[in-house]
């Protein structure tokens, strides 16, 4: 038996790339594994070209897991071809969701369709392979595909690096410095897209500013994307008008030493984000010990577990509990006692691994 | 197991975000408010303002208002002005700085004759004013004094 991984891009240390790396390690187990992509970004995988992913794909005791995240046009063609022959291998589809193309309307025409015909590529999906079976990042995820079976659904968390942080050192020199800085330090982490809800965050820093009195600072980290540029722009319009350039840090793409740091030196960890079908930050905010605030939207919930602040589109609330947690250190700490408690129960590579070899045993090589 | 009472600790953050103000009001308030203060409450709340206000013109305008005629809280404002503290909360001084020297400037001509007449009416124009003026200050006090509390 041989398993293939597909998605369009296989990169090193995002969330989809880790999912995909430890997916490899793990099925290793049950035979050789190879990917397929359009672009190889990462390395330490057994890539195949076309022919040898078709010849995968069409033999019926392989398996073949295909990430969906976004519009692939041949990874979709692939799946199609290797169906025409009648002889096709299981085939999972890993759902990590696709953000909804109303986002983009504003910035970004290729964005736009894009979106637009990827949430279509999940119908064309379900549509095409009712024998599939879908390996959903959470609960949100799988309440998405109504025209699929509940018995062909299966939940289980991307498979992550928060175990890195265990084993890497933090850029000192930062942390330091960020540790010195009397202001409240609020973090976010993701790339600068519409759906991430900076302009919210924006919002929040002159409410706080305005209500409390202390001096508040933005540490956003990720990536720009030239293809959104008119939202950056915007979002560089606002933090000029508003008179926020010195409050608000964009600090772009970062080694995981000094991602390590932000997440050590900062006091809160604060995410708007309007849609994640998982969300990982959120749990390596837990994981590192930031009380998170974050907008129930989306998957927020389901991840962040019991016990956490969670609000709607008031943002007075959100600067309002950024100021009580800092007249209230008990509470403080009781929520980052219970975001540590639920990534540790909740969200172990371990339990997750040993759970979807369970699965591909039992439901998906059985039937 | 974190026992921790989270409907409690919502409603309390409700409850304080149900108190806050509408930036554009409290702005104002707090500006106006301030005037009224001494030295040691100045120098935080310029700062702060200063790093809130986004054009020249508004700056100018807070400089105005801190601004009492008086040669050496000019020099203070201007001091405050560069000082790490407004760098802190993200003011951009360059132009609050050049305001304070033709402040200055004006300052030197208002020691003229014609300057001194001036001064006189509208000191004048003060005192026939000063009931209203001090019954307004008088409110903005307590609601100053509300936000506090």
């Known amino acids: 038996m041989r398993i293939l991984l597909m998605h369009q891009t296989v990169a090193k240390h995002d969330a989809i790339g880790n999912d995909l790396w430890h997916m490899a390690q793990l099925l290793a187990k049950m035979g050789p594994v190879s990917v397929y992509c359009d672009f190889q970004k990462a390395?330490?995988?057994?890539?195949?070209?076309?022919?040898?992913?078709?010849?995968?794909?069409?033999?019926?005791?392989?398996?073949v897991i295909y990430h969906h995240s976004g519009y692939w046009e041949k990874g979709g063609q692939m799946l199609l071809k290797a169906a025409e022959k009648r002889q096709m291998a299981h085939l999972i589809i890993r759902y990590h969701n696709v953000t909804p193309p109303e986002f983009f309307a504003d910035y970004s025409a290729f964005y736009y369709?894009?979106?637009?015909?990827?949430?279509?590529?999940?119908?064309?999906?379900?549509?095409?392979?009712?024998?599939?079976?879908?390996?959903?990042?959470?609960?949100?995820?799988?309440?998405?595909?109504?025209?699929?079976?509940?018995?062909?659904?299966?939940?289980?968390?991307?498979?992550?690096?928060?175990?890195?942080?265990?084993?890497?050192?933090?850029?000192?020199?930062?942390?330091?410095?960020?540790?010195?800085?009397?202001?409240?330090?609020?973090?976010?982490?993701?790339?600068?897209?519409?759906?991430?809800?900076?302009?919210?965050?924006?919002?929040?820093?002159?409410?706080?500013?305005?209500?409390?009195?202390?001096?508040?600072?933005?540490?956003?980290?990720?990536?720009?994307?030239?293809?959104?540029?008119?939202?950056?722009e915007e979002l560089k319009r606002r933090i000029l008008a508003a008179g926020l350039e010195k409050a608000v840090h964009f600090i772009g793409e970062v080694t995981d030493e000094t991602l390590l740091a932000y997440y050590l030196g900062c006091d809160y960890y604060v995410s708007f984000s309007e849609h994640e079908g998982f969300?990982?930050?959120?749990?390596?905010?837990?994981?590192?010990g930031l009380p998170v605030i974050a907008k129930?939207?989306?998957?927020?919930?389901?991840?962040?577990?019991?016990?956490?602040?969670?609000?709607?589109?008031?943002?007075?609330?959100?600067?309002?509990?950024?100021?009580?947690?800092?007249?209230?250190?008990?509470?403080r700490c009781e929520l980052i006692q219970a975001g540590k408690e639920n990534c540790e129960r909740r969200f172990d590579n371990q339990k997750a691994g040993e759970e979807l070899m369970d699965w591909i045993e039992h439901a998906v090589l059985a039937s | 197991?974190?026992?921790?009472?989270?409907?409690?600790?919502?409603?309390?953050?409700?409850?304080?975000?149900?108190?806050?103000?509408?930036?554009?009001?409290?702005?104002?308030?707090?500006?106006?408010?301030?005037?009224?203060?001494?030295?040691?409450?100045?120098?935080?709340?310029?700062?702060?303002?200063?790093?809130?206000?986004?054009?020249?013109?508004?700056?100018?305008?807070?400089?105005?208002?801190?601004?009492?005629?008086?040669?050496?809280?000019?020099?203070?404002?201007?001091?405050?002005?560069?000082?790490?503290?407004?760098?802190?909360?993200?003011?951009?001084?360059?132009?609050?700085?050049?305001?304070?020297?033709?402040?200055?400037?004006?300052?030197?001509?208002?020691?003229?004759?014609?300057?001194?007449i001036r001064r006189m009416l509208s000191l004048l124009a003060y005192l026939f004013s000063h009931k209203k003026a001090w019954r307004r200050l008088e409110r903005m006090r307590d609601i100053w004094e509300e936000e506090r509390s």
Request: aromatic share 10%.
């Open chain 1, 43 to 63: 390395e330490g995988y057994h890539y195949v070209n076309l022919k040898e992913a078709m010849e995968i794909l069409e033999s019926p005791e392989n398996i």
């Open chain 1, 113 to 232: 369709r894009s979106c637009r015909e990827g949430r279509q590529q999940t119908d064309d999906l379900m549509k095409n392979f009712p024998e599939a079976w879908w390996l959903c990042a959470s609960r949100y995820n799988a309440s998405e595909l109504l025209d699929v079976l509940e018995e062909r659904k299966k939940v289980i968390h991307p498979f992550h690096n928060l175990e890195l942080w265990e084993r890497i050192q933090p850029d000192k020199a930062l942390l330091t410095e960020l540790r010195g800085r009397k202001e409240v330090k609020v973090l976010f982490t993701g790339r600068v897209a519409p759906n991430k809800g900076h302009f919210s965050l924006l919002s929040m820093l002159e409410d706080f500013r305005e209500n409390y009195g202390e001096p508040l600072a933005l540490y956003m980290i990720g990536k720009f994307d030239g293809s959104i540029r008119f939202y950056t």
């Open chain 1, 279 to 288: 969300g990982v930050p959120l749990i390596e905010a837990q994981k590192l």
């Open chain 1, 296 to 331: 129930n939207a989306a998957a927020a919930h389901e991840v962040l577990g019991e016990n956490q602040l969670l609000f709607g589109d008031n943002i007075s609330h959100y600067s309002a509990a950024i100021a009580y947690l800092e007249t209230h250190p008990e509470v």
């Open chain 2, 1 to 116: 197991m974190v026992n921790m009472d989270l409907a409690r600790v919502r409603k309390e953050i409700e409850e304080m975000a149900a108190k806050h103000k509408h930036p554009e009001q409290s702005r104002v308030l707090m500006a106006e408010w301030k005037d009224l203060q001494g030295q040691a409450f100045l120098d935080k709340s310029y700062c702060r303002l200063l790093g809130r206000f986004p054009s020249n013109e508004e700056r100018e305008g807070l400089l105005r208002r801190f601004y009492t005629g008086d040669l050496s809280r000019l020099e203070l404002l201007e001091s405050l002005s560069s000082s790490e503290e407004c760098r802190v909360y993200g003011a951009d001084v360059s132009d609050v700085i050049e305001q304070c020297s033709r402040l200055r400037s004006r300052e030197e001509k208002k020691k003229s004759f014609f300057g001194q």
